[in-house]
């Protein structure tokens, strides 16, 4: 072979290796902007804007959108996404809380509203009205990780049988088909399996951890997301309220229930020692606490279940005595109560979906404690309930 010839397959070989490098970049790796119905509005960013997690974290799209498809049984309800406690407005691809973006193929993750985010319905026929920061919510997405884990477990997510559902809702290319089948299929599983950041990335799972630093928000995308956060208003009540109750409410709320959550109260913004407050200690134990921060009530009509283990359906319901107070109730429906404040939570099922059962003598799900306003008639207590209404 000439010298000539031999350079001539070197140099071949080496525009072979940076076609594949480029190849495997734009496949793999290259970082697409999202759609600017997204980014130009500041409520959709929240909503459904990249928080960045696509690059550490982040599902394959058609595995996450075959997940609910295929194994329904790991599901609190049918209903896919939204069984598991999440917001979906109408006409939207995604549920509040994920994010679409390309980095290489398409990827979803989720972001602040996945926990922030809440809905309701101000009647049994009217569509979901999302909110996108509820103050003192956050919304429990273990749920959600538990599904992605039990999917991972199945004997049934491989490749072949995975694939088989992705090609009954979309044509793939040929390299699409390949990188799914060899590599993100596996990858994902073992990712999933191991409880890595595949959803949330490390910044969202530390301050998860932590909800009251903002310590891990280092970057300016996050401080721009935190300051929208405290800026932002939450909404008028939907619903009329009793005017004639309410100056007798604020009065006997400033009495009972002042020092503690309204703004200025002498307690607000305080951890109160469980031997005082009496509720469930799991949590506290969990995060080295010694009690739990008293918050304002803002938006108080949208924010159940309560408690900080959302053991009790309705404001109603913590006004009565723990021994009165439901030992079952169903959780995930986001029809608003119009009597107790809260959300309805007698029914197992509305229209199809199935709500999921809470029951509060499994460990961490205490309804005791918070005894505070018990004692008060059933008139002065919904004298309350219409304060609480008002803005």
């Known amino acids: 072979m000439t010298r000539r010839s031999k350079r001539n397959i070197w140099i071949v070989a080496v525009l072979l290796l940076v076609v594949i490098a480029i190849t495997a970049w734009a496949n793999l790796w290259r970082e697409k902007p999202q759609p600017q119905w997204i980014t130009a509005d500041k409520r959709d960013n929240f909503l459904y804007g990249s928080v960045g997690g696509e690059r550490d ?96 477990q199945d004997p049934r997510f491989n490749s072949t049988e995975i694939m088989t559902e992705i090609n009954s809702a979309t044509n793939l290319t040929w390299f699409d088909s390949l990188l799914y089948r060899y590599v993100l299929i596996p990858r994902t599983r073992r990712q999933l399996l191991s409880e890595t950041d595949v ?6 799972r530390s301050h998860s951890r932590d909800p009251r630093s ?34 007798t409410g604020k009065g006997l709320f400033d009495q009972h229930c002042g020092s503690c959550h309204a703004k200025g109260g002498k307690r607000q913004g305080t951890e109160i020692p469980i031997a005082e407050i009496g509720t469930d200690r799991l949590l506290a134990s969990k995060l080295k606490l010694n009690g739990y921060v008293a ?35 169903y959780r995930g429906n986001n029809l608003l109560n119009r009597q107790d404040l809260g959300f309805v939570s007698d029914l197992a099922q509305e229209k199809g979906l199935h709500f ?20 008060l008639s059933d008139q002065n207590k919904k004298a309350i309930l219409e304060y609480l209404k008002t803005p």
């Open 57 to 152: 974290a982040g599902i394959p799209y058609w595995i996450w959108l075959a997940l609910p498809r295929m194994f329904p049984e790991y599901m609190p309800g049918n209903g896919g996404y939204l069984s598991v406690g999440l917001s979906w407005e109408e006409g939207k691809e995604m549920p509040a809380g994920f994010s679409k973006k390309t980095v290489g193929y398409v990827r979803v993750a989720g972001n602040c509203a996945i926990c922030h985010a809440a809905s309701y319905r101000s009647g049994p026929d009217e569509g979901p009205e999302v909110v996108p920061v509820v103050p003192g919510r956050s919304s429990d997405v273990q749920a959600l990780l538990t599904f992605f884990q039990q999917c991972a």
């Open 199 to 204: 959803v949330l990335d490390s910044v969202l």
């Open 214 to 247: 903002d310590a891990p928000f280092s970057e300016p995308r996050f401080r721009e997301l935190v300051l929208w956060v405290k800026s932002s208003q939450v909404p008028q009540y939907p619903l009329e309220w009793n005017q004639a109750q309410v100056q």
């Open 295 to 329: 918050q304002t009530l803002d938006g108080v009509w949208m924010r159940g279940p309560y408690l900080h283990n959302g053991s009790v359906p309705s404001v109603g319901e913590l006004m009565k005595p723990p021994a009165q107070r439901a030992v079952t109730f």
């Open 356 to 375: 999921a059962l809470f029951d509060t003598r499994q460990t961490g799900n205490s309804n005791a404690g918070h005894q505070y306003g018990t004692e």
